[in-house]
């Protein structure tokens, strides 16, 4: 789950409702791995995490597979050095994002 959220993996996740079930003791079982998830989330970084909704999660997917094209294809390039991202056009085409 945590995964997801680092790579920006907009797609969605289920849980079966049985997975909301769990011994009294320990709780609920999804929602106590939910909130470890956003409790270590959160510990790395103060940038929130973003409601998406089925418009966005297609938008995002959009760019990313345009993305990934664009660097299979040669026409753009990237490298990131000592914490600095640099983005190349290697074409004579406009890239544009998004």
Same mark, same amino acid.
């Given at each position: 789950?945590?995964?997801?959220?680092?790579?920006?993996?907009?797609?969605? &996740?289920? @849980?079966? *409702?049985?997975? #909301? !079930?769990?011994?009294?003791?320990? &709780?609920? $079982? !999804?929602?106590?791995? !939910?909130?470890?998830?956003?409790? *270590?989330?959160?510990?790395? $970084?103060?940038?929130? #995490?973003? *409601?998406?909704?089925? @418009?966005?999660? @297609?938008?995002?997917? #959009?760019? *990313?597979?345009?993305?990934?094209?664009?660097?299979?294809?040669?026409? !753009?390039?990237?490298?990131?050095?000592? &914490?600095?991202?640099?983005?190349?056009?290697?074409?004579?085409? $406009?890239?544009?994002?998004?």
């Amino acid at each position: 789950m945590l995964s997801h959220v680092l790579n920006n993996d907009p797609r969605v &996740g289920y @849980a079966h *409702q049985t997975d #909301l !079930i769990g011994p009294a003791a320990t &709780g609920y $079982t !999804i929602l106590s791995l !939910i909130n470890s998830m956003l409790s *270590q989330y959160s510990s790395w $970084t103060t940038t929130p #995490l973003e *409601q998406v909704t089925d @418009a966005t999660d @297609a938008s995002t997917l #959009l760019l *990313q597979s345009n993305w990934a094209s664009a660097l299979s294809s040669g026409k !753009i390039s990237d490298s990131e050095t000592n &914490g600095v991202v640099t983005v190349t056009n290697n074409s004579t085409s $406009t890239v544009t994002y998004p």
